[in-house]
Every structure is written in C-alpha cells, then in structure tokens.
C-alpha cells in the first residue's frame, strides 16, 4: 500500500493581506492617492448598498475623493495601520510560525502618480523594513506587485488600463522592485484576482462604468494590457531574480450547474470560461479557442501590437495561485431573485450549502474540487493565495474571542486540501485570508472580519487598534506545528 501523501514538509503555510487593506498612512512619506482611497463606508446605508461602489464606481465619488475637503469616511486610509505597527504584527505571525506572509507593495508608494520616471525612496524604504522583518523571522514574504490598488491618477488623467500606456509604467514599477527586493523576495503574484475586470472594472482596471458606452470593449482590451504588462513582468522577475517564483491569480468563482439540464451545463461553463480565460492566457501563454466567438458575442474587438503573441508565448507564469471563498450555481434560465443573496457576482443558491454572515455560499469539498480542476487545466504547481471566512467577532468580557466558526471552516478546508494533494494536486501553499482583522475590500467594514487577532476598531474608525488573539490563534499554531496534521 502507498503512504498517504499529506502536506509536504516544505507547504508554505501562512497569511495574506493587501497593502490597500492594511497599511493606512495612505498620506505618509510621500505615497499618491490609490484607487482603494476613493471607498467610503456609510453606516446609515442599507446594507445592500455596501457592495455598490465595489461593483460600479461613479465620477462623482472620485471628484468627492479627490477633494481635501472631502468629510466622508475613508477607511481603506486607516487600514489596522500596518504601516505603524508591522513589527508587532509580524511578530504574532512568527508566534503562530507562519512559513510565509503573502501581502502587496502598494504601487503609489513608490511612484505616487504611476507615471514617474524615478521612484519615491521612502516607500522603498518601508519594504525594505517590512521584509527584513519577515525573514528575520524566517517568513518567506510572497508578494503582489498590485492589489486593486493602481495609482488613481492613471485613472483620472490616462483613463486606466484601457490606455496601453499603463503597460509602460506598470513594467516600470515591476521592474524598480525586482531590482530593489532581489534579494530579500523569492515569491511574487503580477496582479490580485485579473478575472474580475469582468466584475468590477474600476477595482481591478480602473475603469468607470458609469455611463460607458462600450464597456465590454474597454474590459477586455485592459485585461489584453494587463496579460502584456503581466508578461513583461515575468520576464524581468526571471532576468533580475535568478531563483524567483512569479504566478499569475485568479479568483476562483467556482460555478456548478444549477440542473442537469444541458442548458444549464453549457451555461455553466460558458460562465467558468470567462474567469479561467484569465489563467488560460497566463499559463498557456496564448489566447484559448473558445475567446473568438466570446468576443464575437461581446462584440469586442481586440487591438493587439504586433509581438505581443510572442511576448505571452515566452513568457509563462511559473505557478497558478487562487483565491477561494464559495461557489455558486449557474442556470440558462433562473430568475434574479434565487441568487445567493451576498455573494459578490451573484449566482443561484445551492440549497445543499450553508451561508456566511454576509451571505457567501460556504463549499469546502468545492475546493478540492476546483483544485483538481485547476491542476488538471495546467498542470502547473498551485498555491492557495486567499482563503477565509467573514464574521462579526464578538469580544467577551474577559476578553475572550471565541471564533469556532471560523476554526470550523479553515479546518474544513484544509482537510480537501489534504484530499486534492492525494489526488495528486501540486500544491505547495496556502495563505489564509487577513490574519490580522483589517478593512474589508468589498464593503469597506472593518467590522467584517478575517483574522487569527482581533483588531480593535469600528467601521468608523474608533478604536484603540490594539491587538488581542482569538481562539483560531492557538488553533492555526497548531496546524502548523504539525505540518496539517491536527486540524
Ligand atoms: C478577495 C480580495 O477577493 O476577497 C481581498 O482579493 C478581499 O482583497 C477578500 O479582502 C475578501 O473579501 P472582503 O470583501 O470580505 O474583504
């Protein structure tokens, strides 16, 4: 009989965040307003509301944004204010013996516009500080070049990723960090979850949807920019940093069909394809077969340069990384009404599955599901780059924080990860979302919470910011200790 494989001995096991969610000091040594500066968090709206700006941005919010003036509340400026206390934070990272720590270089920190020639120095600085930091404590930093953070001047005065000038600058900023971080960062994503241009356009591309008249035309040909731009960037990690890991991301919005009904079958991958479209580029190095007709069908029509099909061919990622929440139903024919309510794209309710706090469709066994899938569709080693659950923490008087619903859903997780390393996935990580609570990127809460450490602030910003561990502290140390065995 074989020995059931487990967890390698070298799984990077970890956290992830993102600069835009947790480093505040958004006006600090220099750095430029990002887009992430522009989301404002009003308690008095309904709540089916908080999702809006997320998904459809309007001119009137950035004008408002770019107004010192401007009294709304900003939280993604606060973050948990990493930026001040990251040695505290790394050091309870180190406690729970965090192999990794996958976070992101905020791009305005170092050209604070986007289209600089020369980089802010006393941005570079702080991630010098912030890795010496990790590896000091023998965490490997695994790190985005950007996470739906672009500088907003591109989107003010260049109109996003639409513009192919973006390329430039962005290559330009990859290449400062290679260059700067060579030594100190091994593992590196391009761009956080490229799939979801298609869902929200301003997040991941810059793009204002409102009153846009050709808007799918504009989607696309970003993402054709962001596959040069992303390329380009592989090739220069490859030449700078001799011994790097660079991957590609997707937000694995994993879809099943809502019947048996060929309709909804073909529905459903119609639907699937045009996420995996996203790696498909990335890890194939070429645009699959099915994009002719989804284009046809988009009416899209893609202006390419001449050496870009060389520039993707040549230029492949060397892993695939995901982030994975919750799954969702695909139907040819089922009305709006049946979505699962809080999910960020939406989709038909799975009357087999259990729903978050803020109504995402809860799917471990989806995991090892899409694991498999994912391995299958490549062939290429994958990591695990978001994983969580949502909740409203509760402090109890003796300052207690008991998250057993959240040791729950990890632990579940976990457990099909386990499964699809037996089915023969190669994986070789997995960072668990927002180890220390910070500001939701969806809704802007900081009350819609991740971590293993409870922050201690409201939506609105009050709060002393202190750190306290909850019980899924001690929990993760162990997974860890014993390389996934006691879960
Ligand atoms: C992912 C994003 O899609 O979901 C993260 O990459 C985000 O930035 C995470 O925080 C969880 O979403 P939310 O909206 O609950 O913060």
Redesign the pocket.
Known sequence: MEQAKGFPKDFLWGGAA?AM?IEGAYNVDGRGLSISDVFTFDPALDKKHWLDQWHMMTHAQVKEALDPNSTKNYPKRRGNDFYHRYEEDINLLAEMGFKCFRTSISWTRIFPNGDETEPNEKGLQFYDKVFDALLAKGIEPVISLT??DMPLYLVTEYGGWKNRKLIEFFVRFAETVFTRYKNKVKYWITF??MN?VKHHPFVSAGIIEENHPNLEQDKYQSAHHQFIASALAVKACHEIIPNSRIGCMI?YLLLYPNTCNPDDVLECQKEERVSFFFSDVQARGYYPSYTARMFKEKGVVLHKEPGDDEILRDNLVDFVSL?Y?MSNNASATADQHAKASGN?IGGVKNPYLEQSE?GWQIDPKGLRYALNNLYDRYQKPLFIS?NGV?ATDQMSPDGTINDDYRIDYLKKHIEQMREAIEDGVDLFGYTA??PIDMI????SQAS?R?GFVYVDQDDLGNGTLNRYKKKSFDWYKKVIESGGEVL
């Open positions: 993102a969610q996470h739906y956080n979850e979801c937000s982030s929440y960020l803020w978001e949502g979302w927002g939701s990127a969806s809704t819609k991740y």
